[in-house]
């Protein structure tokens, strides 16, 4: 891939002297200056902290200092993450004026691992939607086709990968906004186990189902963003101590022996044939070198979209609560009550107004048993299912999502032929279970993904997987023309 | 009330259970502190009633016996020591990123009249 500059062979570069940071971020600010006005990938690049930053990295070199893992590696950080001194603003008119006063846990992690943070990217607002044309600045346009939507909610950070503006890009995924839009622009998308990455920092969505994770062209180099930013962190009481984390150098890509369930409820009627065909194609790649096809059933999966829309627009209306102008973003002018409603009336877009309304109606004294601990009781059950699948199985393969990427404005009144888009990618963040999302493939010269996903902290598991599909095919190496 | 869902769906007709339930636009955006203009209340109005009908499909499932549970870690109280710190966030920093501040104090409007 001599195009396709990678996380991997940046930082080898960068390391070897052959090239330095501050070339490579100045090539990837041009690039942006350049293309992103087609592509609405940003809302803000950081020029001057990006190259600030790329020759302290020159500096260390030259000295002589062992440079850190990701040392000169131009990444991106969706719009939702705090990285001290700038802006963020989720999205959001609410927080457009807000600047954070720390650094996500995830954002401080690539710093110090010497990655150059040059922009925050589109998103749906407050990471809800599934085609990032709910945000309240701008559109984002995929690099494949610029009249369809790149996918959402982390359509903005996927973009800037898919484009090749940057190596790399975090994103955060609640029901699928990683591996949806990953899927829809062609690149590898990784959600990881629900308490692997810290969540401090974020912009809350839906506490119990939100995790962070990398965008990259390789399943190598998703591990190596990952491996700076999981594991434990005092902040998030969520997070995990892991016993070992997977590294990259180490890793041995391979599909013999291992078990592939297939479930039949990801292959349903009204799908886009040609995206069945890709998948179906891709299993046959997996059986041809050594893994077991299973074909097994998961019946609860079906269930993981409706039980997706009552947990996450209820935890969605209790975290954002705290958006009422008093201690974020801009102050309303009234007493008290009426400050409370202008500032969120004007700030919250319809999106937004609706989920809230949802969770508040679906948390009113009434319908909390019938819809809330309905749904929780269905998470568990759908676990449960997944538990028992696992037993059988290493990994579930299935396609990412039903379709391709859809034209701007097409699904954007209709808000559940949106939510349908993510009816494959939702159970992972149910269940709590790691889900990536490989490249496999074209339907009508538009990306297809397919999803791996494994037993919770079987991260390692899926990678190899993943990584040996990529040995054996070159659909990762595809590039949008400019 | 959703309860009386199983009666109702008995007498025929398409299962649509947002019909039966008690969807006052006005009440729910009082709860949820908005505001909602005319457009709005039309959108969702027509919007709010199907959304519930497609997540009301979560009453096929039988889940007799088994736990509602809201996080699915092992996880159970996580405890840390009860020593001072320093937050991560300036002090300067974080009276900056307040809407309104006085001096060194961070400013709200006052609650009685």
């Given at each position: 891939m001599s195009e396709l500059l990678t996380v991997k062979a940046i930082r080898d570069a960068v390391a070897e002297g052959t090239v330095t940071a501050e070339e490579i971020v100045k090539n990837s600010l041009a690039r942006i200056d350049a293309e992103d006005a087609e592509i609405g990938a940003f809302l803000e690049v950081f020029h001057t902290r990006a190259l600030e930053k790329a020759r302290e990295i020159d500096a260390m070199k030259v000295r002589g200092d062992v440079l850190p893992r990701l040392a000169g590696v131009p990444v991106a950080i969706k719009d939702n993450m705090l990285l001290m001194g700038e802006k963020a603003s989720a999205g959001s008119k609410i927080l457009q004026d807000y600047t954070s006063a720390y650094s996500a846990t995830v954002v401080a992690r690539l710093e110090e691992a010497g990655a150059i943070i040059v922009g925050r990217t589109n998103m749906d607002e407050f990471a809800m939607g599934s085609s990032t044309e709910t945000?309240?600045?701008?559109?984002?346009?995929?690099?494949?086709?610029?009249?369809?939507?790149?996918?959402?909610?982390?359509?903005?950070s996927c973009a800037a990968v898919a484009a090749g503006f940057v190596a790399a890009a975090l994103g955060s995924d609640t029901g699928g906004s990683i591996r949806q839009p990953a899927a829809l622009c062609g690149i590898v998308g990784l959600k990881p186990t629900y308490g692997r990455v810290s969540r401090y920092g974020i912009v809350a969505l839906a506490s119990s189902?939100?995790?962070?994770?990398?965008?990259?062209?390789?399943?190598?180099?998703?591990?190596?963003?990952?491996?700076?930013?999981?594991?434990?962190?005092?902040?998030?009481?969520?997070?995990?101590?892991?016993?070992?984390?997977?590294?990259?150098?180490?890793?041995?890509?391979?599909?013999?022996?291992?078990?592939?369930?297939?479930?039949?409820?990801?292959?349903?009627?009204?799908?886009?044939?040609?995206?069945?065909?890709?998948?179906?194609?891709?299993?046959?790649?997996?059986?041809?070198?050594?893994?077991?096809?299973?074909?097994?059933?998961?019946?609860?999966?079906?269930?993981?979209?409706?039980?997706?829309?009552?947990?996450?627009?209820?935890?969605?209306?209790?975290?954002?609560?705290?958006?009422?102008?008093?201690?974020?973003?801009?102050?309303?002018?009234?007493?008290?009550?009426?400050?409370?409603?202008?500032a969120r009336s004007e700030g919250f877009g319809l999106e937004v107004k609706r989920r809230i309304m949802l969770g508040s109606f679906i948390?009113?004294?009434?319908?909390?048993?019938?819809?809330y601990k309905k749904s929780l009781a269905v998470r568990n059950a759908l676990r449960k299912e997944f538990d028992e699948a696992f037993k059988q199985v290493d990994v579930i393969i299935s396609p990412t999502t039903p379709g391709t990427a859809w034209k701007l404005g097409e699904k954007f009144d209709d808000p559940i032929a949106m939510y349908l888009a993510d009816v494959f990618t939702t159970p992972a963040n149910i269940a709590g279970l790691p889900g990536i999302s490989i490249p496999c493939g074209f339907a009508n010269d538009l990306p297809v993904g397919?999803?791996?996903?494994?037993?919770?902290?079987?991260?390692?598991?899926?990678?190899?997987?993943?990584?040996?599909?990529?040995?054996?095919?070159?659909?990762?190496?595809k590039v949008p023309q400019a | 009330m959703w309860t009386d869902l199983t009666l109702r769906r008995t007498q025929g007709g398409e299962f649509l259970p947002s019909k039966y339930m008690d969807i006052n636009l006005d009440h729910i955006a009082k709860l949820a502190k908005l505001r909602l203009t005319d457009s709005e209340k039309e959108t969702l109005g027509r919007q709010l009633p199907s959304i519930v009908d497609y997540i009301a499909k979560l009453q096929e499932v039988d889940t007799s016996?088994?736990?509602?549970?809201?996080?699915?870690?092992?996880?159970?109280n996580v405890f840390r020591s009860d020593v001072p710190s320093t937050a991560q966030a300036e002090r300067d920093a974080a009276v900056a990123a307040f809407p309104k501040s006085a001096g060194d104090a961070l400013e709200v409007p006052g609650i009685f009249n």
């Open positions: 945000s309240a600045f701008q559109k984002t346009r995929n690099p494949w086709d610029t009249s369809r939507v790149p996918g959402g909610s982390s359509g903005g189902l939100d995790q962070v994770g990398p965008f990259a062209h390789t399943v190598e180099d998703a591990m190596l963003v990952m491996e700076v930013i999981e594991g434990r962190d005092e902040h998030d009481a969520t997070s995990v101590e892991l016993d070992s984390k997977p590294v990259a150098e180490l890793l041995e890509p391979s599909m013999k022996g291992l078990r592939v369930g297939v479930p039949k409820e990801y292959f349903i009627d009204g799908m886009d044939p040609e995206v069945r065909a890709r998948v179906e194609e891709a299993i046959e790649v997996f059986r041809a070198n050594g893994a077991e096809i299973i074909d097994i059933s998961l019946p609860l999966s079906p269930y993981a979209l409706p039980t997706y829309y009552i947990i996450q627009p209820a935890e969605a209306s209790s975290n954002l609560a705290r958006f009422d102008g008093m201690r974020y973003g801009t102050r309303a002018p009234g007493a008290l009550e009426d400050s409370y409603l202008t948390l009113s004294a009434g319908y909390y048993d019938a819809f397919l999803q791996l996903q494994a037993k919770p902290f079987d991260e390692m598991t899926m990678y190899k997987a993943a990584a040996a599909y990529q040995t054996l095919t070159d659909w990762h190496t | 016996g088994i736990d509602p549970k809201a996080y699915l870690t092992d996880a159970t």
